[in-house]
């Protein structure tokens, strides 16, 4: 069973940067799985934000990313380091949320890590 952990969160001002990363606690590999990132917000559903293909198939790791985005964030994949990341840009109050790693087409989540921006 995959586990995952996220990391990066945190508060930031508008206008500013954050990196999140997602990674496995065990010893099975993410870079079998589509991974993709959703965010939420008290009172609301789950977000889409980002999702990136597989490379194990020589794919290409494809990627794509909810409307909202608007080419601000960006998802990657690092295979040997078996590690998501979202590199999230131009942030504004409205990406205040927590942030959730997920494998595509399971059940499995991570643990969600906060994102705040503030001034």
């Known amino acids: 069973q995959v586990q995952l952990v996220e990391s990066g969160g945190g508060l930031v001002q508008p206008g500013g940067s954050l990196r999140l990363s997602c990674s496995s606690s065990?010893?099975?590999?993410?870079?079998?799985?589509?991974m993709s990132w959703y965010r939420q917000t008290p009172g609301k559903s789950r977000e889409f934000v980002a999702a990136?293909?597989?490379?194990?198939?020589?794919?290409?790791?494809?990627?794509n990313y909810g409307d909202f985005v608007k080419g601000r964030f960006t998802i990657s994949r690092d295979d040997a380091k078996n590690m998501v990341s979202l590199q999230m840009t131009s942030l504004v109050p409205e990406d205040t949320a927590v942030y959730y790693c997920?494998?595509?087409?399971?059940?499995?989540w991570g643990q969600g890590t906060q994102v705040t921006v503030s001034s």
């Open positions: 065990g010893p099975t590999s993410l870079n079998n799985y589509p």
């Open positions: 997920h494998v595509q087409g399971t059940g499995i």
């Open positions: 990136i293909a597989t490379t194990i198939f020589n794919t290409g790791g494809e990627t």
